[in-house]
């Protein structure tokens, strides 16, 4: 359930006098998105060249003419702008990415900051100042990077509008595996805005062929799934978008896929949704077809294996081989409906895209290539390699919850560690988990909300091991995962997995939340400092 009603009011007026000061100074708004029932493309790929990748973005909000708030990393090209660039690099590849905030001044804003914000008291890196709607910065989901200042610090860093471009200047590890990963904004307290508002783009850590041979050669394709939200705030279920276009049939055409006929193609699919669990299928003809799993929020899978159904929650990646229909056949890219729970939001069923055949696509095709054996030896130089062997240092138990207030909803939002007071995060707090550099922990987390949430750390992946107490099928490597409501009788839901703090680079303080993002910022959500050794 969401915080709506608190805001309406004030992000309403928020909205109204940021388009007026648009109007009044001419400032730029977000880039066009495309119209509904158009051919999805790909966001522009921006790729390392010797080893580093400069870029920089700008952070823009203006309101659509169907009142849907826009927030969005816009990306100069010399012919226009774009939003969201896909960054793609490899592995020891150099980031360097510039982050401007031009989100509108306005008074009513400052005082919606002062409302809602907390003090940044430790914002020790970029600007000071107060966090409010238009405070940014920049958070790299699933990468193995250090959370510290100038590289993967949500905690400190700010980056506040009208002030010149913040640095990000880190990275990528040697031994990060390739995949799908994410950036997006992790500013406490508004992070639900500004990614509801289309403000997340795709990065790609090159090389999954070395390690899954099946999609050597294939045409690929990165299929970003986002929500739109309605100014002012409307409760219920939100609008889809593939690649910022509307998924809203029958209100509106359909977006369209094109394949090339006899062709698979390798599709790599980001849930940059704030609150939605998808359930990704392929239907031809109303039937799911089997996907080829290849890998799962950026790891890719010791064996692929074929799913019918592929769930995702927010912020989870999946990267999938997916087969052209047959000519003639109806198909679609699907999402099948979710249920969050009594408390929880409606996740809908619903088309996300058309497949349509096309000829003209078999020319861009790439020639069949003869795939190489994938080598074991790479795989075991990949982080977090030995980890269901390790020596597990420490158990620990945490767990999911909500406290109603009256009976609008739950108002109060809480993961706690087993025997501690629940309390929501606080910028001063102190870790309520501390470990060490080399520590690999087992921790179980249950849900006793009514109400599915999605667990994510950052720094790390984790290895499943296993779900309401049974030993998991496959342990895969994650980063986000579901922990479904609690019906209100019988044990808890609940997930093992493996913790791996071995690696020296992700010292420090980083959080662990889930990643519902009002929930997030909502504080449900703590610190956990990893000492150096
Ligand atoms: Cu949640």
């Avoid at 008291?121 to 193995?144: A, M, Q």
């Avoid at 420490?394 to 919850?401: D, E, I, N, P, V």
């Avoid at 922990?441 to 999605?454: C, Q, R, S």
């Avoid at 099928?473 to 980063?479: G, I, S, T, V």
Wanted: charged fraction near 20%.
């Amino acid at each position: 359930m969401h915080k709506h009603m608190k805001f309406l009011i004030c992000t309403g007026v928020v909205g109204l006098a940021m388009a007026a000061a648009q109007a009044q100074d001419g400032a730029l708004p977000c880039p066009l998105r495309p119209n509904p029932g158009s051919v999805v493309e790909d966001a522009l790929s921006l790729s390392s060249k010797n080893g580093v990748l400069s870029a920089a973005l700008t952070m823009r909000h203006s309101v659509d003419h169907n009142h849907y708030n826009h927030f969005c990393y816009d990306y100069e090209t010399g012919k226009g702008e774009v939003e969201s660039p896909t960054l793609r690099l490899n592995p020891g590849d150099r980031l360097e990415l510039s982050v401007k905030d031009r989100i509108e001044d306005t008074l009513e804003a400052d005082e919606m900051g002062m409302d809602h914000s907390m003090e940044m008291e430790n914002n020790t890196c970029g600007d000071s100042g107060k966090l409010t709607i238009r405070s940014t910065n920049v958070h790299f989901h699933g990468l193995n990077i250090p959370p510290a200042c100038h590289k993967d610090d949500v905690l400190t860093t700010l980056i506040e509008p009208g002030t010149p471009s913040f640095r990000y200047d880190f990275r990528v590890p040697k031994n990060e595996p390739p995949g799908l990963y994410w950036y997006h904004p992790h500013v406490h307290g508004f992070a639900d805005y500004q990614v509801n508002g289309g403000a997340a783009g795709a990065l790609i850590v090159e090389g999954m062929d070395k390690f899954r041979p099946e999609v050597t050669g294939l045409k690929e394709r990165v299929f970003v799934i986002r929500q739109q939200f309605l100014k002012p705030w409307v409760p219920g279920p939100y609008q889809l978008t593939i690649n910022f276009q509307v998924a809203a049939f029958p209100n509106s055409a359909s977006p369209v896929i094109k394949m090339a006929p006899g062709k698979k193609e390798f599709w790599r699919v980001a849930n940059a949704t704030t609150q939605d669990f998808l359930q990704l299928q392929v239907l031809v003809n109303n039937q799911p077809q089997k996907l080829q799993l290849i890998a799962l929020d950026g790891y890719p899978l010791a064996k692929p294996r074929y799913e019918e159904t592929i769930l995702l929650p927010p912020a989870g990646r999946a990267e999938f081989v997916v087969e052209a229909p047959p000519t003639g056949a109806t198909a679609n890219f699907f999402t099948e409906a979710y249920n969050t729970g009594l408390t929880g939001n409606p996740d809908l069923q619903q088309v996300l895209a058309d497949i349509e055949l096309s000829k003209g696509d078999d020319a861009a095709a790439a020639p069949a290539v003869q795939p190489k054996a994938p080598s074991r030896a790479a795989r075991k130089l990949l982080r977090f390699s030995g980890l269901a062997t390790a020596k597990v240092t420490a158990q620990r138990k945490l767990y999911f919850s909500e406290e109603f207030n009256g009976s609008n909803g739950p108002s109060q939002f809480y993961i706690t560690v087993d025997g501690d007071k629940p309390h929501i995060f606080e910028a001063n707090e102190k870790p309520p988990i501390v470990t060490k550099v080399g520590a690999v922990e087992d921790w179980t987390v249950e849900n006793h909300a009514l109400e599915t949430h999605a667990f994510h750390i950052h720094q790390i992946h984790f290895m499943l091991l296993e779900v309401d107490g049974k030993p998991v099928a496959h342990q895969d490597m994650r980063d986000t995962i579901e922990i479904p409501f609690y019906g209100g009788s019988g044990p808890y839901h609940s997930v093992k997995m493996r913790m791996d703090f071995r690696d020296p680079e992700i010292a420090g303080t980083f959080v662990y939340h889930c990643h519902i993002l009002d929930h997030e910022d909502l504080g449900m959500m703590h610190k956990i400092l990893v000492e150096p050794k």
